[in-house]
């Protein structure tokens, strides 16, 4: 194995791992740098259980749901990371201090509106008493999930659902926030096609897609896992299905692309306004549509950009773990509510 794939196949294991990757600069393609609380939202949420089974809900203050009970929550503030926002949320929201276990579910309405939904466990304070009601929330209470409850959102149930769920089996490895900074919101896509011969015993064979030139149109740079922006008026999800055109436009509307779920979260917000971005490092799949006729469907679709090749995995061990985290579907989800 040459260098150039060594070095690309360790960035593979490091992303499989839950370890984060250097963002590479856009050079002419760059975007302006989101900025929190300006051009971009953030939220954190916590599921937080007791011994006894039940979840940490706080009563709002607010005007518009004054009264009404929802998870600890909370928009992230310039200069946070989004565990220290989380760990802020709850001691204030509910008095309690608390240590983040995993991401449980990431949900966007595109780059502009993120939310982090975390499983958590308390490590010290007090639950929040009413004499203590202040401008964050009104107290806490251990809810049991049964007894009637006004929510203030319905939205909570699916994150309380994720979070037993987990805590029954751990269908993930689990995934931290990477303290790596981005100026934009972006995709590292793992960009997979597995061939439908079986020339490699049972598992077929892989390639991946790469990036063959520096995203400033430059050459001298080793290929790499593309990277992309999101678009202002797209969800995250589609940023790396629109790679697709650009690659292979001819074929894209001949295939099957879909975004399994996200290896690792990057952010580093420490210099607000500049390293506000967020890099989901994507594990994505592509298969040829099979009523076409005429395909060759053990090998990956032509492309046409001089800048993407495929490059295949011959490292037996790194294909099988590839292989088996996409059959296992065993990676942190993200939906859209769009």
């Known amino acids: 194995m040459d260098s150039t794939s060594e070095d690309l196949e360790e960035d593979v294991r490091l992303m499989l791992n839950g370890e984060g990757l250097d963002v590479p600069g856009f050079g002419s393609f760059s975007e302006r740098a989101v900025a929190l609380r300006k051009t971009a939202c953030y939220v954190v949420g916590a599921v937080i259980f007791s011994a006894k089974e039940e979840v940490l809900m706080v009563q709002e203050v607010k005007k518009e749901c004054y009264g009404r009970w929802y998870l600890p929550a909370g928009r992230m503030e310039e200069g946070e990371s989004i565990t220290e926002a989380l760990q802020r949320e ?5 008095g309690l201090d608390c240590q983040p276990i995993t991401m449980l579910l990431v949900q966007e309405r595109g780059p502009q509106w993120i939310r982090f939904a975390f499983l958590a466990e308390v490590t010290g304070g007090s639950l929040k008493t009413p004499a203590e009601a202040d401008s964050e929330s009104l107290q806490a209470l251990w809810w049991d999930r049964e007894s009637p409850l006004p929510l203030r959102s319905p939205d909570i149930l699916a994150l309380i659902d994720a979070g037993v769920k987990y805590r029954q089996k751990s269908w993930f490895p689990v995934s931290l926030p990477i303290n790596l900074p981005c100026h934009v919101v972006c995709q590292r896509l793992l960009f997979t096609f597995v061939s439908s011969s079986h020339g490699q015993g049972d598992e077929g064979r892989l390639w991946l897609l790469l990036r063959d030139r520096a995203d400033d149109g430059e050459t001298g740079t080793r290929p790499h896992l ?19 055109q650009e690659c292979m436009p001819s074929s894209c509307l001949r295939v099957t692309a879909n975004v399994r779920g996200v290896l690792g979260v990057q952010h580093c917000g420490r210099v607000p306004g500049k390293t506000d971005g967020i890099c989901f490092n994507t594990l994505a799949t592509l298969e040829h549509l099979e009523e076409e006729e005429g395909t060759d469907l053990s090998c990956p679709p032509p492309l046409e950009s001089e800048s993407y090749r495929w490059h295949e995995v011959a490292n037996q061990s790194l294909r099988t773990k590839i292989l088996q985290r996409i059959k296992d579907g065993s990676l942190l989800p993200v939906h859209s509510l769009y």
Do not use: D, F, Q
Not at 90 to 94: D, I, N
């Open 90 to 94: 709850v001691r204030e929201e509910a």
């Open 226 to 244: 593309p990277v992309v922006i999101t678009a202002k008026t797209h969800t995250v999800a589609w940023a790396g299905l629109g790679l697709l």
